[in-house]
Nanobody, 118 residues
Framework: QVQLVESGGGLVEAGGSMNLSCAAS????????MGWYRQAPGNRQKLVAS???????DYGDSVKGRFTISRDDAKNTIYLQMNNLKKEDTAVYSC????????????WGQGTQVTVSS
């Protein structure tokens, strides 16, 4: 089992920046990728950014060039640096961790609200 604890989030003005973090604990050795998804009211959950065990990153089209995902392996923590925030970035951001495709392991944090005011 893997536990994920998110921190960060809150209210920020448009054009501002915010950093989210997600710390993993438990059987972290099974994790092959971690990332962030977000869901705004009335919308489906969408990928924000992910980072694989080999360091490869992936970003949703709407955040490319503004958001950066990184990790600290010593702390089993990933970070999401969000710059030039827009009102449409308002959503609940959830941290996820995944095992191998064979195992199908999937874990989620509790989610954190990010609200961007205009």
């Amino acid at each position: 089992q893997v536990q994920l604890v998110e921190s960060g989030g809150g209210l920020v003005e448009a054009g501002g920046s915010m950093n989210l973090s997600c710390a993993a604990s438990g059987t972290v050795s099974i994790i092959t990728a971690m990332g962030w998804y977000r869901q705004a009211p009335g919308n489906r959950q969408k990928l924000v950014a992910s980072i694989r065990i080999d360091g490869k990153t992936d970003y949703g089209d709407s955040v490319k060039g503004r958001f950066t995902i990184s990790r600290d392996d010593a702390k089993n923590t990933i970070y999401l640096q969000m710059n030039n925030l827009k009102k449409e970035d308002t959503a609940v951001y959830s941290c996820g961790a995944w095992g191998t495709s064979h195992s199908g392991d999937e874990y989620w944090g509790q989610g954190t609200q990010v609200t961007v005011s205009s």
